[in-house]
């Protein structure tokens, strides 16, 4: 008895040894003027839910932003460039948020997004409520993998899985 008595406990201690400390993520602390990112986005508005699939690219104060839906049936190209907003390579008046809000019935903050995946930041808007739910690695710091926003005032969540996210020089 005594023997398996042993044999448990140095079996416990070394299951012990070998747990994984999770480590705070490496933030950089900048977000880069340019960028990319390419995922999927579960949205539920008023018990309405989508999915998405989405790559966005910024380079300085301009993005482009590619929307795919469902089974890949159905894309929507949106750029913001100085000239103003490009709705699938033709202008409109309206702002990206209030065009998707029109449209899709919902919006993606995309003004705060960066700030989000690369410095982690959860309270960078008093309207969207940030979770960080999973880091990946990107060069020598982690950036988001799983975040989830939830608007403060609207019915609005949505759930961003990045699959690649990219510093562009």
Same mark, same amino acid.
């Given at each position: 008895?005594?023997?398996?008595?042993?044999?448990?406990?140095?079996?416990?201690?070394?299951?012990?040894?070998? +747990?994984? @400390?999770?480590? !705070? *993520?490496?933030?950089?602390?900048?977000?880069?003027?340019?960028?990319?990112?390419? /995922?999927?986005?579960?949205?539920?508005?008023?018990?309405?839910?989508?999915?998405?699939?989405?790559?966005?690219?910024?380079?300085?104060?301009?993005?482009?932003?590619?929307?795919?839906?469902?089974?890949?049936?159905?894309?929507?190209?949106?750029?913001?460039?100085?000239?103003? +907003?490009? @709705?699938?390579? !033709? *202008?409109?008046?309206?702002?990206?948020?209030?065009?998707?809000?029109?449209?899709? /019935?919902?919006?993606?903050?995309?003004?705060?997004?960066?700030?989000?995946?690369?410095?982690?930041?959860?309270?960078?808007?008093?309207?969207?409520?940030?979770?960080?739910?999973?880091?990946?690695?990107?060069?020598?710091?982690?950036?988001?993998?799983?975040?989830?926003?939830?608007?403060?005032?609207?019915?609005?969540?949505?759930?961003?899985?990045?699959?690649?996210?990219?510093?562009?020089?």
């Amino acid at each position: 008895m005594k023997p398996l008595f042993i044999a448990l406990i140095f079996l416990f201690l070394q299951s012990c040894e070998t +747990l994984s @400390i999770q480590q !705070q *993520p490496v933030v950089s602390g900048v977000a880069p003027e340019s960028w990319s990112a390419k /995922g999927r986005a579960g949205i539920s508005v008023n018990d309405n839910h989508h999915s998405i699939g989405f790559n966005v690219e910024f380079a300085n104060q301009e993005f482009e932003l590619v929307l795919v839906g469902a089974l890949g049936l159905g894309e929507v190209n949106i750029r913001s460039t100085a000239q103003g +907003l490009w @709705i699938n390579h !033709q *202008p409109t008046p309206f702002s990206l948020q209030q065009w998707m809000e029109q449209e899709l /019935g919902w919006h993606l903050p995309l003004d705060i997004l960066a700030d989000i995946i690369f410095k982690h930041q959860l309270n960078t808007d008093q309207k969207w409520q940030v979770h960080i739910a999973k880091f990946m690695p990107n060069q020598d710091v982690s950036v988001a993998k799983l975040v989830k926003l939830q608007h403060q005032h609207k019915p609005i969540k949505i759930k961003l899985l990045f699959k690649e996210v990219n510093q562009l020089k």
